[in-house]
């Protein structure tokens, strides 16, 4: 089913950015197409995070994924393991959570 339905959405995906991305490999689109996809489809379907974090993460929560993830990254400093200790702005976590 993936290879007949999914696989051809795929590939208009892939090929777009590969157009806005000339200078980069096909194979590494195609990685980090699949990363994307991947990691979108744990965050708006599956609970496991919620379950490994002892229930104090929760599925689902854009602000909440930013605020834990967005250090690791796009801050190449920053140690493993650490979270943002400064909050998002209130409207800002207002309008991720409205997405």
Request: one cysteine or more; charged letters at 20%.
């Amino acid at each position: 089913m993936a290879k007949d339905y999914y696989d051809p959405l795929s590939g208009g995906f892939i090929e777009t950015i590969c157009e806005a991305l000339p200078g980069v490999k096909r194979d590494s689109v195609v990685w980090g197409y699949e990363f994307a996809l991947e990691a979108l489809l744990m965050f708006v379907a599956d609970p496991r995070v919620e379950r490994l974090s002892r229930h104090g993460a929760k599925s689902g929560d854009p602000a909440q994924v930013l605020l834990s993830i967005k250090p690791l990254a796009f801050t190449p400093h920053t140690k493993p393991g650490a979270v943002l200790t400064k909050p998002l702005p209130a409207s800002t976590a207002h309008k991720l959570r409205q997405q």
